[in-house]
């Protein structure tokens, strides 16, 4: 198999579109966008650019992930935790298992890498 690299260039790519779901909406409209641009062979790997309208919502981690935040401002609450507020240049990772909100203050666009667990 011949082992290439794969460029995270979106233009002209058209995303996937969606929403939370219903029952773990908190406040606002938060449609979103994703752009998958790379899945490992086992499906276990998958990396791409993800981007979201403000609101807030309920998140459970299956997988792990890394975020690397391009634009926007972000905040994250663990459960019983204090508030984690990113913005373009921050990185950070999710472990497999955090619960939580995921609250959009400005439109977010990030880099992300999900392992699944």
């Keep these: 198999m011949p ?7 979106i233009a002209g790519l058209t995303p996937e579109t969606g929403a939370p779901p219903p029952e773990r909406l908190v406040s606002g409209n ?3 966008r994703t752009w998958n641009l790379y899945a490992a062979p086992d499906g276990k790997f ?3 650019i993800w981007e979201s309208d403000p609101g807030a919502w309920r998140i459970e981690y ?13 905040r994250i609450t663990p459960d019983g935790g204090a508030p984690l507020t990113v913005k373009a240049g921050d990185a950070f990772a ?4 955090f ?11 990030k880099h ?3 392992y699944e667990a």
Aim: overall charge negative; some cysteine.
């Design 30 to 32: 938060p449609a979103n």
């Design 46 to 48: 998958f990396s791409g």
């Design 62 to 74: 299956s997988e792990h992930e890394f975020c690397h935040i391009l634009a926007g401002i972000s």
């Design 94 to 97: 999710i472990p497999a298992g």
């Design 3 to 9: 082992h290439t690299l794969t460029p995270f260039d």
């Design 112 to 114: 992300y890498a999900i």
């Design 99 to 109: 619960r939580g909100v995921w609250e959009v203050v400005e439109t977010t666009r």
